[in-house]
């Protein structure tokens, strides 16, 4: 597949690194823009603006699968997206930062005056970014929270701390609740797929799949007495903060926000009615003594600024919460939040290249989730006539790979080694992303 991708940006960068070894790939942009990353690839570089025809035909566009523009400038990406359109063919992907923008290009491709002159996927990661806080903020201590099968089926990461009696013991013997299956262990931060014989270590991320209700009762049982999130800080009142904001309020929880900028305040106060909005630098320590943000179940960071939301999650931390996410705008500085004792750091950047990655796979195999910063994929398969009637155990996987659900019908089933797969099951797989490929192969027709 030819991808053609306008911006050398750290979205670009990342894109670029995960599709360059399989797809043919081109770059546009500036030359001042070409950093030592990009010339570590095997990947073309033209120089230029992609609103250009010319540059666009330097790039070959015309045999281009795949249009991706995701440079810092809302205008630029949209103007390319439609100029590539003029070529015939090309699928355009579209990133954008503003809210009206992707309402305003969804409402111009499902309008009535539908043309062939659009975007095919506009992608906001703010809004990935909300959606994903806001899963992780309603289940109590959870690293990450994915949801499945229409939320009845779940993964679910936790911590391993080590007063949790599990510590020191092999998974076949930890006595995990009924429909649940650990199908992931990150330790120092390397993830791998764990047997009964792995030892659990105080330290460990456990990555769990199973049915929502087992994993509720496991959750209780085994990482946190039942708690539920009744109070919700957040510093920092832009798009994020605001959505978050919203979006908490309809479950009843008590939230306040921190906005340094007073006009900002004044919006977010007639848009929130159950939010107290509070004008203030979430970077002062006696700010947040004052306004009792140590109190709260969860403090979210969510500023612009990595360093700012690193600061405000170390203060909170010292002020005794026990549970801090932080928004990181650089993906490589998530290992940095987590070192220090974040205890979920998340950017929106992931978020965006998992929905390209699924928006550009084949149709029978779909990403539903990665986990670990891209170390682990939730897959998504369709059974084929080739595999019906077969048991699990019976697979002979090329690689290691969990079955962590199978969707029947209407039915949701938490697999064993003797349950039987049919054609036309949906069956949810959780591998690592070196493997993923060959777990892939492995499902196509023979």
């Known amino acids: 597949m030819k991808i053609v991708i306008y911006g050398a940006t750290e979205i670009g960068g990342l894109l670029a690194t995960e599709f360059f070894e399989d797809h043919d790939i081109t770059i546009i942009d500036k030359e001042e823009n070409r950093t030592d990353e990009f010339n570590k690839l095997d990947i073309s570089f033209v120089q230029g603006n992609a609103s250009n025809i010319d540059v666009l035909k330097n790039a070959d566009i015309k045999n281009a699968d795949i249009f991706i523009a995701c440079t810092g400038v809302d205008e630029a990406n949209i103007v390319a997206c439609l100029s590539a359109k003029k070529f015939g063919g090309v699928r355009t992907i579209c990133f954008v930062s503003r809210e009206e923008y992707k309402k305003t290009l969804n409402f111009e491709k499902n309008s009535e005056n539908f043309c062939d002159f659009f975007i095919d996927y506009i992608i906001w990661p703010e809004e990935l970014l909300t959606q994903e806080i ?15 099968a229409d939320g009845r089926a779940r993964l679910l990461e936790y911590k391993v701390k080590s007063h949790l009696p599990i510590v020191g013991k092999k998974v076949k013997d930890c006595g995990f609740t009924k429909d649940t299956l650990m199908v992931g262990l990150t330790r120092d931060c390397q993830l791998f797929i764990p047997n009964g014989e792995t030892e659990i270590k105080d330290g460990d991320k456990l990555i769990f799949m199973g049915t929502s209700h087992s994993l509720d009762i496991l959750a209780g049982t085994f990482f946190h007495e039942k708690e539920i999130v ?15 904001a919203k979006t908490l309020e309809k479950l009843k929880i008590k939230i306040k ?10 919006l977010l106060a007639e848009e929130l009615s159950h939010t107290l909005v509070i004008n203030g630098d979430g970077t002062n320590l006696k700010l947040l003594d004052e306004e009792e943000i140590g109190a709260a179940d969860v403090v979210i960071s969510v500023t612009n600024n990595d360093e700012r939301n690193l600061l405000c999650s170390l203060l909170v931390k010292q002020l005794g919460v026990k549970r801090v996410i932080a928004r ?30 699924n928006d550009l796979l084949e149709n029978d195999v ?6 670990e910063q ?35 019908k209407n039915n949701v089933i938490i697999p064993k080694g003797d349950t039987t797969i049919n054609t036309d099951d949906i069956l949810i797989i959780f591998t690592t992303a070196d493997n993923a490929a060959e777990i892939k192969e492995f499902f196509k027709v023979k």
């Open 134 to 148: 806001f899963r992780i903020v309603t289940v109590a201590h959870a690293l990450d929270v994915e949801n499945f």
């Open 230 to 244: 009744k109070s919700v800080a957040i510093i920092g009142g832009g798009n994020v903060g605001m959505m978050l």
């Open 257 to 266: 926000i921190i906005e340094k900028d007073y006009e900002r305040c004044q």
């Open 328 to 357: 990181v705008a650089k993906v490589l500085n998530i290992p940095l939040f987590e070192k220090v004792g974040i205890d979920v750091a998340i950017s929106p950047k992931n978020s965006a290249i998992n929905e390209v990655k």
């Open 366 to 371: 779909d990403i539903l989730a990665t986990v």
């Open 374 to 408: 891209g170390q682990g994929e939730v897959m998504e398969i369709k059974v084929l006539p080739e595999f019906d009637n077969k048991k699990i155990m019976d697979l002979k996987f090329p690689a290691r790979a969990i079955i962590g659900v199978i969707l029947r």
